[in-house]
């Protein structure tokens, strides 16, 4: 059963959710999406073109599980990321796409593994987002990354889209958001750390905090 069964519950916590990441700087004028899967199977997302510092609750979004729009507002355009991800991870229930700057950045460098562009700095990182995989550039809206995102997301909770940002999915929107604000602390680390030497945690450190699968 969905973490989120009473609607009008769901719609102030998204709003509350977006107006805290725009206030604090995660993402800037209409950028960034949230989502959460309700009881009987749908999604309540923000809409297309809408900022998070400004969305209502009256004007948030409806759609199928498929990303099909439903009732409201038309939904973002991402919203075929949010539906791939909601198929891979039975137990998710939020996901939350951002453009921020330092994970944003990161995505645009020529020299990362796409397998797993972040060392694992510190332990929350491990705890929190575990392996980041890069997945390859398509414009926004491009539902031609639909398939990739859903392989990715079977066995990762968090990606990074490139030249764009990160998308990360949770059993909560509170557990999502706070892998995505440690994503985005510990891709600033990274840049900090540029031409210093480092001490990431072990293979076996990191292993042993890694996220279950959610």
């Known amino acids: 059963m969905s973490t989120y069964t009473d609607e009008p519950a769901a719609r102030a916590l998204i709003v509350r959710t977006a107006r805290s990441l725009f206030q604090r700087g995660l993402t800037h004028g209409s950028t960034g999406n949230i989502s959460v899967r309700l009881a009987d199977g749908g999604l309540l997302l923000t809409p297309t073109g809408s900022s998070l510092g400004t969305v209502t609750e009256g004007e948030l979004s409806r759609a199928g599980v498929d990303g099909r729009h439903i009732g409201g507002p038309r939904p973002t355009k991402e919203a075929f990321l ?6 891979a991870r039975p137990a998710a229930h939020a996901v939350v796409h951002l453009h921020s700057t330092y994970a944003a950045a990161l995505s645009c460098r020529a020299d990362l593994d796409p ?32 398939e990739r995102a859903e392989q990715a997301a079977g066995a990762h909770h968090a990606v990074l889209l ?34 210093h030497a480092t001490r990431p945690l072990t293979p076996e450190q990191a292993a042993a905090l890694a996220p279950a699968r959610s």
């Open 162 to 195: 490139a030249n764009h940002g990160p998308v990360v999915a949770g059993p909560t929107l509170q557990q999502a958001v706070d892998a995505v604000e440690e994503l985005e602390e510990t891709a600033r680390l990274f840049f900090v750390l540029q031409g």
């Open 115 to 146: 397998g797993d562009v972040l060392p694992p700095l510190t332990a929350y990182y491990a705890m929190r987002v575990g392996t980041l995989p890069l997945l390859p550039y398509h414009a926004p809206g491009d539902t031609g990354l639909a």
């Open 82 to 87: 949010h539906a791939a991800f909601y198929r």
